[in-house]
């Protein structure tokens, strides 16, 4: 069964990027499937931000693709989401997470604070 | 933007029907996905493509759909289904491939 975790810093100051990674055990990245990014605010509802095929080939929320930019490394299995010139607006717990036409498989998310 | 627009709350009584509506214009077009999500949790499947429900989901929860407006279906309510539903869906253009609802949150009295 596969499993998705989260990592990354829990505090980034405004202005600055956040990196956030996602490590996946139980199924092999380069096999197929999409793997995406979710975030959730503090009390509010869930916003898709992006995804990635395993070739690279990427797709964007229209309303944060100026700021994000997400990658993939296969040899280590893993998947990375970067979000530039952060504001107090982008505090949220951010999921990882494997996409497939049968829904998606969630890692359990992590809290990241936007805050100097 | 593409919306899906779902009500903000539901409340219902134990051993009764909850019913959660969302609508987009893409839906006749587009499958839709449900996701139960308890406080500190992670989301959960309750049901794909439309009306599908993933195995170790209970039998009351059920999905279907009708033009521009999926429904949510739990039959039975128990204690236990009080949380947020999300449903998930895409635009048909391409621009919007995945996109969240607003969120139910179902409240059993």
């Known amino acids: 069964q596969v499993q998705l975790q989260e990592s990354g810093p829990g505090l980034v100051k405004p202005s600055e990027t956040l990196s956030l990674t996602c490590t996946v055990s139980?199924?092999?990245?380069?096999?197929?499937?999409?793997w995406g990014w979710i975030r959730q605010p503090p009390g509010k509802g869930l916003e898709w931000i992006g995804s990635?095929?395993?070739?690279?080939?990427?797709y964007y929320n229209p309303s944060l693709k100026s700021r994000v930019t997400i990658s993939v490394d296969t040899s280590k299995n893993q998947f990375s989401l970067k979000l530039s010139s952060v504001t107090a607006a982008d505090t949220a717990v951010y999921y990882c997470a494997r996409v497939m036409g049968a829904g998606w498989d969630w890692g359990q998310g992590t809290m990241v604070t936007v805050s100097s | 933007s593409y919306e899906l627009t779902q009500p903000p709350s539901v409340s219902v009584s134990p051993g009764q029907t909850a019913r959660i509506t969302c609508s987009g214009d893409?839906?006749?077009?587009?499958?839709a996905y449900w996701y139960q999500q308890k406080p500190g949790q992670a989301p959960v499947l309750v049901i794909y493509?439309?009306?599908e429900r993933p195995s170790g989901i209970p039998e009351r929860f059920s999905g279907s759909s009708s033009g521009t407006t999926v429904t949510l279906t739990i039959s039975g309510v128990q204690a236990e289904d009080e949380a947020d539903y999300y449903c998930?869906?895409?635009?048909?253009?391409?621009?919007?491939?995945?996109?969240f609802g607003t969120g139910t949150k179902v409240t059993v009295l």
């Open positions: 139980g199924y092999s990245i380069s096999s197929g499937y999409y």
């Open positions: 998930q869906s895409a635009d048909s253009s391409g621009t919007y491939p995945d996109v």
């Open positions: 990635i095929y395993h070739s690279g080939s990427t």
């Open positions: 893409a839906l006749p077009k587009q499958y």
């Open positions: 493509k439309d009306s």
